[in-house]
């Protein structure tokens, strides 16, 4: 069953200041006269090859960041191959990443995820699946990323998750939300990037 994400509907309530730049997600507060958005909050994970990604290394890059697991029998499959075309758009630029968080890392394990990356065409240093533990998944979805992510026995493959692309900024704030399942949304969100790009 396809879910539709709440991010979307949050989108709406978007602030932007300045015409030809995008708005942010979140509710600003105000320091010395100036609204400040909300940043993704500190992780460490590791990735397909059990290298450490972490808050740190995303600082001065663009990235794409999705909630998926691999047995997903639903949207993330989909998902996937929209994040493909993402990664062969942008293969050429050096401060744009892709990451993708399993939510069910007992069954996504390193090699699990090595695995799928190399059956889809994931490109080392370009695409990154995360494993961490699920708990820090689940609040880092929830808390910064505003996505929907849960164990769910009644949901197919055992997980609701939103099906929610994300585009998050070199401050690490986020600055828009895409159906991953959509053909149009993964062309705004191509288009999103190249303005963010000249935007920083």
């Not at 996937?80 to 990443?97: H, P």
């Not at 997980?159 to 585009?167: I, P, R, W």
Request: hydrophobic residues 40%; charged residues 20%.
């Amino acid at each position: 069953m396809r879910i539709v994400f709440l991010l979307l509907v949050v989108s709406f309530i978007f602030s932007c200041c300045q015409e030809n730049k995008l708005p942010y997600l979140g509710t600003p507060i105000m320091k010395g006269g100036a609204a400040v958005y909300p940043t993704i909050d500190p992780f460490t994970m590791r990735n397909q090859d059990g290298m450490e990604v972490s808050f740190n290394s995303l600082k001065s890059k663009i990235h794409v960041a999705s909630f998926i697991f691999l047995s997903c029998p639903t949207i993330c499959p989909q998902m996937s191959v929209q994040m493909k075309k993402v990664q062969e758009k942008t293969q050429g630029m050096d401060d744009v990443l892709l990451l993708s968080f399993s939510i069910d890392p007992t069954r996504d394990t390193i090699p699990a995820l090595r695995s799928y990356a190399t059956k889809i065409g994931a490109k080392d240093n370009k695409w990154h699946f995360l494993h961490g533990n699920q708990e820090d998944v689940m609040r880092l979805a929830e808390k910064s990323y505003y996505a929907i992510a849960y164990p769910d026995s009644l949901a197919p493959g055992g997980f609701t998750h939103s099906g929610g692309l994300l585009l998050v900024d070199k401050e690490l704030q986020i600055r828009g939300v895409y159906d991953g399942t959509s053909n149009e949304e993964t062309k705004r969100l191509l288009k999103d990037i190249a303005t963010l790009r000249k935007e920083t």
